[in-house]
Structures are given as structure tokens and as C-alpha cells.
């Protein structure tokens, strides 16, 4: 029997979110048919980046701290704040363990749009059909643990880098699909049944919903791995329904190929909130250079979680 967490327990998800992007990290762009024959199954290292160790996070990670650190230092959401950190990130190698080695393309043209440009925070993210890669998804999950968040903050904190009305329900419905596994003692299928109900409701005259259909009508007996936020979502939410522990779910969601950190990265996340941080493998967190700043943000996060 699982534990359940009725309020905050932010090092679950957010350690499953870093270790499911660690094991992501080495062999991230290899394609579903070679890891078929030489599966993840351990954390490895020196992989698609030659130089990176065993234990690495990627920007996945980095966004998601520097999300964190934005939110519980300003004890608010403060949109500039939170680009400022991201160009610390980008630019200086801030929330990383080493050195900055990855960012999409809608991400550091969002950021060199605010930087350059002197364009607002909220009117630095792109809205093109292109323009819905994951990189907002991959790190919206701190959202999940503040008690009122409403939607409108959620798609603000997307369009910061992707602000195409399809990356911002994306990024609605994980964070639904997170809160309720934080609130409810419920089977994954029903936590995700729930938040679509509310999604499909709140945005019922958007034409954008069409493309959520296939989560929708749970029709996720094949899916694809790619930098595209449909996919990816699609990804973690098969994952953890064809898995029974956390371990499973973000080794296979990994092992999907192409953009394995983070479609690794967004499965950890619910895994680590579901099975609880017990349930993550001591090996990999052992692994994992800056673990301890992780869990002192995770707790300085959850102290104002709970003051809010």
C-alpha cells in the first residue's frame, strides 16, 4: 500500500522528477529500437554528452530549481524574477551541477527575447504551432504544491518561454493530474480521468482540446517519445498507468527513446508524488551530485508552500 500525502511532500516528486531526468540524460535522442536492445536500467554517464557523469541533470532540472528558488525567495510569483533566474541558469550556470550542456530552441529564444530585447516577461514566450516542445511542461511541476493556484497562473508560467494555448493546458492538466495525486487516495486512471473533466470543462470552447483527445478517451496503448508536449505528456501518463512502482515507470518511460530526459524527467515527477520518495532506488539518489541543495530548496519550498 502506498503512502499517501495529503499536503506537502515536495522532495517526492520533485527527487523523482531529477532522478527520472538523470537516467534520461545519457542516452537522450537515442532511438526507442537501440535501447530495445540495450535498455536503461541503471544510471549511466559519458552517453550523448561525452563529458557529462553518471548523476547529471539536465535544463529540465535547472528550470524546475531555479522555478523554486524564484518562488520561495520572492514569497511570490514574480514573472520577471523567475526569467532573471532562468537567464542564471542560462547564462552564468546556476542551478546546474557543473555547467549549462542543454536548451530547446523555443526556451533560449524566449530568453534571449527578454534579455535583448527588453520585452515583458509574459510577452517573451512564443505562440507559433512550433512552438510546443516540452520546455514548459518540463518544468511547471512546482505549481502543483501551491495550495491556490489558479489556471491562469499556470499558463502565465508557460508563456514565459511557450505560450501556445496548447503548451499551457498541457502544463494545466499535469499539474491537475499532480494535485490530485497530492489530495486523493485515488488509482492512477481515476486521477487522470478527474483532471481531464476539469480541463475539458474550464477550456470547453477552445479548439485546442482536440488534441488532447487521445489522454481524454484513455486510448494510450501506443505512444511516441518526442520533444513535442502532446507526446510527452502522453508519454508519462502511459507510463504510469502500465507500471506498477516508480522504479518501472520512469525506466520505461526512458527507454521510449528520443527525448528520454524529459519524458523521463515529467514520469518521475508523478511517480516520485504517487509511490513516495521511499520507493526511489537509494543507488540513484546516491548518484546524484548537489543532492543535498536539492532537498534544502525542496524544504525551503515546501516552508512556504505551507504559509501560503
Not at 102 to 116: F, K, M, V
Not at 142 to 147: I, R, T
Not at 226 to 253: F, W
Not at 283 to 304: G, P, R, S, T
Request: hydrophobic fraction near 35%.
Amino acid at each position: 500500500m502506498r503512502r499517501i500525502y495529503i499536503f506537502m511532500k515536495v522532495k517526492d516528486g520533485i527527487c523523482g522528477f531529477v532522478i527520472g531526468d538523470a537516467l534520461g540524460v545519457p542516452v537522450e535522442f537515442k532511438p526507442k529500437e537501440v535501447l530495445e536492445k540495450d535498455p536503461v536500467k541503471d544510471m549511466r554517464g559519458y552517453g550523448t554528452y561525452e563529458d557529462v557523469p553518471p548523476g547529471s541533470w539536465s535544463d529540465d532540472t535547472s528550470m524546475t530549481l531555479a522555478t523554486m528558488a524564484s518562488i520561495a525567495d520572492r514569497k511570490s510569483i514574480d514573472y520577471d524574477d523567475i526569467m532573471n533566474e532562468f537567464l542564471q541558469w542560462y547564462e552564468n550556470g546556476k542551478y546546474t551541477q557543473d555547467k549549462r550542456f542543454d536548451i530547446g530552441i523555443t526556451t533560449r529564444n524566449a530568453l534571449e527575447n527578454y534579455r535583448y530585447n527588453d520585452t515583458p516577461a509574459l510577452k517573451s514566450g512564443f505562440n507559433g504551432e512550433r512552438d510546443n516542445g516540452n520546455g514548459s511542461l518540463m518544468r511547471i511541476l512546482p505549481l502543483a504544491y501551491l495550495k491556490d493556484v489558479d489556471y491562469e497562473t499556470i499558463e502565465n508560467i508557460s508563456s514565459l518561454t511557450h505560450a501556445h494555448k496548447r503548451s499551457k493546458i498541457a502544463c494545466v492538466l499535469y499539474v491537475e493530474i499532480a494535485k490530485s495525486m497530492l489530495e486523493n487516495d485515488l488509482e492512477i486512471r481515476k486521477h487522470v480521468e478527474n483532471s481531464c473533466k476539469k480541463i475539458k470543462e474550464h477550456y470547453k470552447d477552445s479548439q485546442e482540446l482536440s488534441k488532447f483527445e487521445r489522454i481524454f478517451n484513455d486510448d494510450l496503448d501506443y505512444v511516441k517519445s518526442s520533444g513535442y508536449v502532446i507526446n510527452t505528456l502522453e508519454c508519462a501518463i502511459h507510463c504510469m498507468q502500465t507500471t506498477s512502482n516508480y522504479r518501472d515507470a520512469v525506466l520505461k518511460a526512458v527507454n521510449l527513446g528520443a527525448d528520454t530526459d524529459t519524458t523521463g524527467a515529467i514520469c518521475g515527477g508523478l511517480a516520485g508524488i504517487y509511490y513516495g520518495f521511499d520507493a526511489i532506488p537509494v543507488d540513484w539518489l546516491e548518484q546524484i551530485d548537489q543532492l543535498d541543495y536539492v532537498l534544502e530548496l525542496c524544504e525551503k519550498y515546501e516552508a512556504f508552500c505551507d504559509e501560503s
